[in-house]
């Protein structure tokens, strides 16, 4: 058997081992609880309901469904580690280039179906077209999350330490945009050292880092929404993914278990 066929029968159990964890379950109990907080919050609004309700429940469920995401790939990873059911698995003459591409793959399934359950629940209050647009962005920011903790978890070990740093990746990621704003900011003098360090740091970060405020707006999903731009989060996605899968893989095959 060749490694790509391994690596989607890694990718179907952990499928199924989301399945048996009862994670569909959980996103669909925080994606319900979410619609009850939209409700409640919607409720308080004097004016512009329905932009109230949209963007509350567009903007809670990303950020409730990446760290759901990032805890259940941090502790999955971890557990079969810990267990030692990786080293059995690899002693099945399986790479480990194909073990844990199929883990990613299974992973990124997971995430797909994370983003599609949060699309079908914003298509019930907007035009489905603009919210089938966000949640295929959804799904490759979920997919960027996901290559950021796995390996993270293939290099760290320490679930503390993972979910620290794939969550500070992410959150400096999103904010990374207004940090080089900020970092040109006219209220700095431009000829102090703390300035220039300031704005080369965050013009640095600029460069190694996806711009994920570009990534699933709210302002798709309303009336008057933009130009709705797929094509950088897709290119962004395509290539991080490929460098932490690459990186992740070297990883793997460098450490001992």
């Known amino acids: 058997m060749t490694s790509l066929p391994r690596a989607l029968c890694i990718a179907a159990y952990t ?4 399945r048996r964890a009862r994670l569909l379950w959980l996103l669909v109990g925080v994606l319900a609880g979410l619609a009850v907080a939209t409700g409640f919050v919607s409720a308080l609004a004097l ?26 790939v941090t502790f999955s990873a971890l557990r079969e580690h810990n267990d030692r059911s990786m080293e059995l698995t690899l002693a099945l003459a399986l790479p480990r280039g194909a073990y844990y591409l199929g883990k990613l793959l299974g992973y990124c399934a997971v995430g797909v179906t994370a ?3 949060a699309t079908v ?5 907007t035009a489905p077209g603009t919210a089938l647009a966000w949640g295929c962005s959804l799904a490759l920011e979920l997919i960027l999350v996901v290559c950021v903790t796995m390996f993270a978890a293939t290099a760290l070990r320490q679930a503390a330490s993972v979910v620290c740093l794939s969550l500070g990746f992410y959150l400096l990621a999103r904010s990374i945009a207004a940090v080089q704003l900020m970092s040109h900011s006219q209220l700095l003098d431009p000829a102090a050292w703390s300035a220039r360090l300031s704005s080369g740091t965050a013009e640095l970060l600029a460069l190694l880092l996806p711009d994920l ?13 933009p130009t709705i731009d797929l094509l950088y989060p897709a290119m962004q996605t395509a290539i991080y993914a490929a460098l932490l899968a690459v990186a992740g893989i070297l990883e793997l095959q460098r450490t001992s278990l």
Request: aromatic residues 8%; glycine residues 2%; contains cysteine.
């Open 47 to 72: 004016t512009e309901t329905a932009r109230v309700r949209i963007g509350f429940f567009a903007s809670a469920s990303r950020v409730a469904l990446v760290l759901v995401l990032c805890l259940h």
């Open 115 to 117: 983003a599609a359950l």
């Open 213 to 225: 405020s570009r990534f699933t707006l709210t302002d798709w999903l309303l009336p008057e929404a």
């Open 15 to 18: 499928v199924l081992e989301a």
């Open 121 to 125: 629940a914003l298509a019930l209050s």
